[in-house]
């Protein structure tokens, strides 16, 4: 499946494997305690003005009637570019709707869609994007989220958003599914994203969040509307907020999706960005694991870089492992997203039991370009009551950046 970094198209498929990518979620979201990976952006103080209701800047975007959308583009092509059989499933699982983060994206650039999903999740269902190939027959991206780089050439576009179940073999069940469109233009000097309005998130804890507003035009005014009804309107380009504790019978992963409008004497801007909130066990519940990792040093740099993993699986207790989340985090905080079997990644060396083991994970050179600022896996698998057990580590971590003698602040 293509990349989502500034690489872009790493992840494309080709006609080959039959095989469903059975995937979870993959977010940027992170649990406590692994704040490297989240962005390190310090807000302007805030000065609220006033709280009032803030109107809704995202573009949410309209699914699309069947008899519009081109043949490459439809359930049953991109089934069979994937190498496919399709299964329709009837199913309570549903798709309540797909958002973007900017209305139109030029050509080249990166616009981020995000669903929305409601119903009873099934054992086993995953989400996915999938769309045509500029290159291949079918891309595809696991998750409820997708960083999509628009292609060269102006046009209208579709992705396709589905919900789905491995039937075994070749045979995939498709519970539901919304396609969208588009739009990409061809941008004049000042209309790409460069000079467009960004929001910079960072996480402060497991509900709270900070925003800060990134523009070339500065504002005198930021509305923000945090997703979950509540808004607030500020005179300075920072703002924070706590989204509400997990509620008995929500998912485990909440997203929300944040809406900006600043104002300032060259008009308005307005942009959309979306942040995920992961619910974590009670305090006082056992670990349903517990991870040690050792970094191996000595190693020649062209044999990339290993750790050696540990995890133990406390008795009474019993754990399967199902798959690992790859991240790798570019300087500018993109975000690459690759789901693997676990033991793809991870070369067990001894069997623990009950789910335990001792192994090692590799980074081999090849995967690391030098935009890469941090690599993170998280392994994912359930316990015998069924309840997810998650651990993550960092398996390449690299030198902070230094700045060009020209780019270094003047001494004082």
């Given at each position: ?98 958002d973007a983060d900017r209305p139109w994206v030029c050509t080249g650039e990166l616009l ?148 900006l409008s600043a104002r300032g004497a060259e008009g308005e801007q307005t942009v959309t ?140």
């Open positions: 499946m293509s990349s989502v970094g500034p690489g872009g198209r790493g992840r494309r498929l080709l006609l080959a494997s039959g095989v469903l990518l059975s995937v979870a979620i993959a977010w940027v979201l992170l649990r406590d305690g692994e704040s490297s990976l989240r962005p390190t952006v310090t807000p302007a103080p805030e000065r609220v003005a006033e709280v009032t209701p803030a109107p809704a800047v995202r573009a949410r975007l309209r699914p699309l009637a069947p008899d519009v959308v081109p043949p490459a583009a439809t359930g049953a092509a991109l089934s069979a570019a994937l190498n496919e059989e399709r299964v329709e499933v009837s199913s309570s699982a549903r798709i309540e709707g797909i981020t869609l995000s669903a929305r999903t409601g119903g009873e999740a099934e054992p086993g269902m995953v989400s996915r994007w999938v769309w045509p190939g500029s290159e291949t027959g079918a891309e595809l991206q696991p998750g409820a989220r997708l960083p999509w780089r628009a292609p060269a050439t102006a046009g209208r576009y579709f992705v396709r958003f589905q919900l789905c179940k491995d039937l075994g073999g070749r045979r995939v069940g498709v519970l539901a599914e919304q396609v969208v469109s588009i739009d990409v233009r061809t941008c004049g000097p000042d209309e790409g994203q460069a000079h467009a309005l960004r929001v910079e998130v960072s996480q402060r804890g497991n509900e709270a969040f900070s925003f800060r507003a990134v523009s070339p035009k500065p504002a005198t005014t930021y509305r923000w509307d945090f997703g979950d009804g509540s808004s607030t309107v500020t005179t300075e380009p920072g703002a924070t907020h706590a989204y509400a504790a997990q509620a008995p019978g929500e998912p485990d992963v909440r997203s929300f999706t944040v809406s960005t979306f942040v995920q909130v992961r619910a974590q066990p009670p305090s006082d519940a056992p670990p349903g694991a517990i991870l040690k990792v050792e970094r191996v040093t000595g190693r020649a740099a062209s044999e990339g870089w290993r750790s050696q993993v540990q995890v133990d699986v406390p008795e009474g207790s019993d754990v399967t492992w199902e798959r690992v989340e790859r991240l790798t985090v570019t300087w500018d905080d993109q975000v690459d997203v690759r789901t693997s079997g676990w033991r793809e990644v991870i070369t067990v060396e001894q069997d623990l039991g009950r789910g335990g083991f001792r192994g090692h994970v590799t980074v081999l050179p090849s995967d690391v370009r030098p935009d890469v600022k941090q690599v993170i896996d998280f392994l994912h698998g359930r316990d015998a009551k069924g309840q997810e057990v998650s651990l993550s580590w960092a398996s390449y971590k690299a030198e902070p950046q230094r700045a060009s003698p020209s780019e270094r602040p003047p001494p004082k």
